[in-house]
C-alpha cells in the first residue's frame, strides 16, 4: 500500500464492553479536555475525556478490552498508553490533528505509532471522524472500532501527517 491506511472493524466491542466504558468514564469523572491540550486551546476542541488509570485500568472489562485491542494490533498492553476516554455531548468536536507528538521521541515509551478508535453508543446524526487528507468520514455505530497509523512505516519516528483527522460535531 502506497500511502496510509485506516481500517473499520464493526462489532469489535459487545454492548456490554460499550457500556462498561462509558460508565468507567463516568465514574472517573470527565475533564473538560482543552486542560488536555497543549496551549489549553479551547477552540481546538471542547470535549471532555479522562485517561483510565488506577480502578479504571484494572476493572476486569477494561483489562479485556485492551487485551483485545492488544491481539487486533499487535501491540503488547505493556507497550501502550493508558485507554483514553472521550465524551462528546451534540455538537462538540476536535478540530483536524495528529495524534504524533514530536515531544515523545526523547520519552522511553516512544511515539504513538497507532491509534484504535472505539465508538461506545450510535448518534442520531453527526459525530464522524473525518480524515480530509483520505476524504475519509467514519461513521460512528456502537461497538465499531477503527485502526490507524500515526507513524511512517519505514521510520516509525517519522510523522504519517497524511491521517490527520477530526472529531465532527
Request: charged content about 20%.
Amino acid at each position: 500500500v502506497d500511502g496510509p491506511w485506516v481500517v473499520e472493524l464493526p462489532n469489535f466491542l459487545t454492548d456490554i464492553e460499550c457500556q462498561r466504558l462509558i460508565e468507567l468514564g463516568n465514574e472517573a469523572g470527565y475533564i473538560d479536555s482543552s486542560q488536555f491540550t497543549p496551549d489549553r486551546n479551547a477552540t481546538a476542541r471542547n470535549s471532555k475525556q479522562i485517561w483510565c488509570k488506577d480502578s479504571c485500568v484494572q476493572d476486569p472489562i477494561m483489562q479485556g478490552v485492551d487485551a483485545k485491542i492488544s491481539h487486533m494490533s499487535t501491540v503488547p498492553i505493556n507497550n501502550a498508553e493508558y485507554m483514553q476516554l472521550l465524551k462528546y455531548d451534540v455538537g462538540e468536536y476536535y478540530k483536524t490533528h495528529s495524534d504524533y507528538n514530536p515531544l515523545h521521541l526523547q520519552k522511553q515509551t516512544g511515539v504513538r505509532i497507532l491509534t484504535t478508535y472505539l465508538y461506545l453508543n450510535d448518534v442520531e446524526g453527526g459525530g464522524g471522524t473525518n480524515f480530509p487528507n483520505l476524504n475519509i468520514t467514519v461513521q460512528p455505530q456502537k461497538g465499531k472500532a477503527i485502526i490507524w497509523p500515526s507513524v511512517i512505516n519505514a521510520n516509525p519516528n517519522d510523522e504519517e501527517s497524511r491521517n490527520e483527522h477530526q472529531a465532527l460535531p
